[in-house]
């Protein structure tokens, strides 16, 4: 797969702006691009969300189905976090089998799904041993403006709080709204010289040296992290990051919460 | 992690302190490092950390394949992380699954980030790590490898890449955990550390810890990194020290 390039007059471009704090599209270092969510923008899924940070825009689509739990936890439901970057969504993206920055967008949501117990698995449990909810989150970008991360954790947060569970469809009883416990929100930080700016496009990523995105949950906690990219960041900035992080998750989480349901 | 609905969680850490293994909260598993401990490739080490075998082998500056990866003004950092089927307790299915991918991907970004690529422009500089045995950490164990072989191979880097995961377990912050502190436990953050910049290259985290627990999650885990820094310099002393010099392909004496 090809890289898009940035030209190296942009990238200069960007490092002097960041330098004196400013960035290309007017936005202060510590600024958020508006945030947009629309629930139940997919009417066959049992929930889901179109995540707007932008120009970004991630839709999500949560499928639930019984299934059989695995032998090793017998009394939960299985989750399943898939994202694909189909390639309507940048000139760099291709068809085929997901591409490793595909499955690292998968797995950090994932990640943070799992830790933050968004879901409580045990309550998708039937029956022990024998059958269970599965539950599959499906993660398609649709533009690739940058910050990916941040866009396919918001929009699997919100499909999974939009979700209902077709438990009529399948004959298990009435339908009842997903039990959603924690909401882990992303924060993205990238490293422009010795300025370090919060939801980057994508011009912003191609000048990054480094990219460090940080999961909080309301619980005050921190439930995953991932570097990325070229480059490093000390243990203090990652500190401060942090801070950063629950000051935007803490805002966005009330937005998420409820799924859209009046 | 995630162990949802499992069995008992056992208790990880004694009314003494003491860790399953008698660790203290802050000590390393016993690490032996190996540097040149293949013969064809151009630069390679063998790692053995706590119940964890790790092979690594560096080959290049060489050509690019395939061609079209090719970079004109700097060479391109390649690592392929890969777990034997054997290395775990069930099977394991051959091949990259997504988790390797991962990890392969995080740790090309953390080679990039301290090696001269620019020197050796239209090349490829390619790592191979192969876990033979697993017991938690093996990526942290793939990295020390994969630098020490970096070093052994004469590629020019800022600096060695020291590498540990840091964990929370029944409450603790502890240092380097083993399997069952990795199954059972609350958190695990594995790091890579630049020694001169004071940097971390590769930073992931799964799990709970608020704020608090993660400051020192991190300061505990730069202190492991540079007591790891030393032992993979000993190791490289060891190999190329013109007193006593290591046979290529000896394993043994190399630091301990």
């Known amino acids: 797969m090809s890289e898009e390039v940035t ?7 960007i490092l002097e702006l960041a330098h004196a704090g400013k960035r290309l599209d007017g936005r202060g270092v510590d600024e958020y ?32 189905e019984p299934g059989k739990p695995y032998p090793d936890t017998p009394n939960a439901g299985v989750l399943t976090t ?3 970057l189909v390639p309507l969504s940048s000139p760099t993206f291709e068809p085929g089998p997901p591409h490793p920055r595909a499955i690292e967008v998968s797995r950090v949501v994932d990640r943070a799904i ?28 649709l533009d690739h403006a940058g910050n990916l991360i941040d866009a396919a954790m918001l929009a699997a947060v919100s499909a999974l709080s939009n979700a209902t569970m077709p438990a009529k469809r399948f004959g298990i009883g009435e339908d009842t709204p997903l ?32 990219r460090l995105t940080i999961a909080t949950a309301e619980t005050g906690e921190i439930v995953a992290m991932q570097k990325g990219l070229v480059g490093a960041f000390a243990p203090e900035e990652i500190k401060a990051l942090v801070e950063r992080a629950f000051q935007h998750g803490d805002s966005l989480r009330a937005r998420v919460r409820g799924g859209g349901r009046t | 992690m995630g162990s949802v609905g499992a069995k008992d969680v056992p208790q990880l850490i004694g009314p003494d302190g003491r860790r399953i293994d008698g660790r203290r909260l802050d000590e390393l598993r ?27 082998a560096v080959y290049g500056p060489r050509e690019v394949h395939p061609r079209h990866l090719q970079q004109n003004n700097k060479a391109i950092v390649q690592c392929r992380y890969n777990m034997a ?57 793939g990295l020390v490898a994969a630098s020490v072989a970096l070093a052994d191979a004469g590629i020019p880097m800022v600096d060695l890449l020291p590498a540990v995961a840091v964990g929370k377990v029944g409450g603790h912050i502890v240092l380097d955990l083993k399997k069952e502190e990795d199954n059972y436990g609350e958190a695990d953050l594995p790091m890579a550390l630049v020694p001169q910049s004071g940097r971390l290259v590769l930073l992931q985290m799964e799990g709970h810890m608020n704020r608090a627990e993660l400051a020192q999650a991190l300061d505990l885990g730069v202190k492991g990194c540079r007591d ?3 032992r993979m310099k000993a190791a490289l002393r060891a190999r190329y020290s013109v007193d006593e010099p290591a046979p290529r392909g000896s394993s043994g004496e190399a630091a301990s």
């Open chain 2, 85 to 141: 089927a054997f290395s775990v307790d069930e099977r394991k299915r051959p091949g990259l699954d997504r988790r390797s991918q991962e990890i392969s991907k995080v740790i090309a970004e953390a080679f990039e980030s301290v090696i001269f690529a620019e020197e050796y422009p239209r090349t490829s500089i390619d790592i191979y790590i192969e876990v033979l045995q697993a017991n938690a950490g093996t990526r942290c164990a």
């Open chain 1, 82 to 84: 898939n994202a694909e």
């Open chain 1, 7 to 13: 030209a190296e007059i942009l990238t200069t471009h």
């Open chain 1, 179 to 210: 039990a959603v416990e924690h909401l882990p929100i992303e924060s993205t930080f990238c490293r422009l010289g010795d300025t370090i700016v919060v939801d980057p496009t994508f011009e912003e990523e191609s000048a990054a040296q480094g």
């Open chain 1, 33 to 64: 691009r508006p945030v947009s969510i629309e629930f139940g923008y997919v009417a066959s899924a049992d929930g889901s969300a179109l995540a707007r940070i932008g120009e970004t825009a991630v839709v999500s689509g949560v499928k639930l």
């Open chain 1, 114 to 141: 799992r830790a933050a117990e968004t879901i409580d698995l045990t309550k998708l449990c039937v029956t022990p041993l024998e059958k269970c909810w599965t539950c599959y989150v499906d993660i398609h970008v």
């Open chain 2, 228 to 230: 790891i820094y030393d």
């Open chain 2, 30 to 56: 016993p690490l032996r490092i190996v540097a040149g401990a293949l013969h064809r490739a151009d630069g390679s080490a063998f790692v053995e950390w706590g119940a964890n075998k790790v092979m690594a």
